[in-house]
């Protein structure tokens, strides 16, 4: 690590099968347009029941990213 | 969605298997007396310890759902 | 007041009007069925946008009233 | 203890003795209809003043039960 | 509600007229460059005095939207 | 803005019609004795029940002035 | 309760006895210059330690009361 | 006080009597191998439910001492 | 220590040139009119920024002191 | 449970598998030196990203003891 | 001040030198790509240890700006 | 970073010079007995005040280090 400056953004990521597979929807959705990510922090967690079963996990989490270029992209 | 009211309850799940499963018991203990659950929000993840070993994983949640006729029920 | 013991149950309000709106949606449905509702707090404020526009202004708040005769109903 | 599900109420308890006796009152009131309380929470710790002495003592707590068969109960 | 990913960024709107204006403008900005915005969290609740008089009100708010391609922007 | 210093009390309003009434009743009362009121944060939004109805809207706010001559007035 | 506004100042009570003294002794000083108060909320329960002993109980707890004719005193 | 550095070290204190002795009787215990205790803080209140009555009152405390050879000790 | 009672105020100091200055501003000006400060606690720290410079740095502190004779002032 | 003095201490276990590993990671090792081992608490839940990739799972948990002869170890 | 809107990111910077360099260095790298920056608010303050000694300080702090054109940008 | 498990420890660092020096000497002290430091987290940022200046200024924080061999130590 060194003098860099990181950009935190706030995602929620949702999944059928269980919270880290939510987690790592979001994360990889974020890596579709972001390089240099670095480190994720859970928010909150919750689910959507639908006929008495957990229809939806869903995970809110910061990532984390060295800004290279454009700080507010 | 519409013009509802929802009623949350906290309910605490317990699991030797493990987070989801305990949140899942917690979720399908509420659905043998509430119909219509919405959603639930992880408040709490705790766990015991025995022999050096986890012996229960418990998380604290509130579900909510929609209320139809009984508000305090 | 005396030395009564209250109860306070968690409520989520919808209105497609306003805050106010939803609160009172929620104070109104909570009267139907328990007597002696005393005062709310709010927890959290939220919406639903729709087609760029807030379709549901929602309002989760804390319902406390006196417990007369069964202080879990 | 084993995998029960726990539901938790939340209760304000008031007394002209002292805190302990607040809490007291709440968990006395909650035992007279429901059976398998387990343990209670402190959420927030209040008091009415009157003519410059402390009238009532007031305690926000939340108390968990052991859920047998009707958990929204 | 599917497998969906989505973003949240924070905004302040601020109004002459009250609290819920000041929400709607911040929305109605959103609105203006994000597609598929879905619901909005209040953070916090201000206001600007001038001359004694409420001027502006101010409201921090968190506003969800689903990412369709690009998640940074 | 300068390297003013700013001293914040802490205020309940209450109104019979509404939230913003009620901030707008504290700021009015603060104003009536202190110079310079400069801003205003909303920190607990509470209200009075009676016979089902909402009696009164309490609002708990920091208000902030620039203190010119006597800092803990 | 009518459309009073009120002020809540924080205190800090210490007491060689214990919480309730502490809390009785912060109220007690408050009413010397202050009437009207109507209410106190504990924030911090803390103490000193002395050769393995408590030496001094100390409360934090914000007593507010009615308003009524200088707002920041 | 002067440039001391100091350790905060988090105990339960549990007692069938009250909340005080509680928290005298983790200061105790902490006296037993630690020189130089010189405050605590309340971080939580709780308590044990046996047949209706409190079996035991719980208060989670930080105690802070001075550092004078062996830091993480 | 003794059993004192102490009253705790909110101040917002503000400098140019970095944070230590933005409290010690605060305090001074507190010293101005208040005998017997005793500590000050940090609850925010926060910025104007001006031309892409920090133009000041504004730190709200709360700063506590013994009560002598007039509790409220 | 009786009237034990229990200590929590503050662990980050890490895992490349995913957060209950995480959490039983430190669990374990907390085992390796401590006795009687009673219960957890999650604290933080957070990872590393390498290469778009979750590297490592990092869950921050408290882990409570009894403490029998050496409070401070 | 006007009805303007505003937008929040969140940015960590790090410095080698002290706590205030680290936020210049994120409010400045912001500023590349930003007009109008108005504020910033620090939300956390950490830092890397290397050898015994503080390598990095590293602060989180919000940023606000003037939304002109883009508010998600 | 690997798979290993950290601990983290609460300190509290004071200085007469400023808030960098308060961590420093914390983290100085922590490094006496403790091998493999890795990072700090600021907690509360206090101070206290003798003769309207700021004697000492304290910073509690946590230190958080790789666990080698005695994880309770």
Do not use: C
């Amino acid at each position: 690590m060194s003098e860099h400056i990181y950009k935190k953004i706030e995602l929620v990521g949702s999944s059928k099968i269980g919270l880290e597979d939510a987690i790592q929807n979001a994360v990889a959705k974020a890596g579709e347009t972001i390089r240099n990510l670095r480190w994720f922090e859970v928010v909150e967690t919750r689910g959507q029941i639908e006929n008495g079963q957990i229809a939806y996990w869903q995970v809110t989490l910061k990532v984390g990213f060295t800004i290279e270029d454009h700080p507010s992209s």
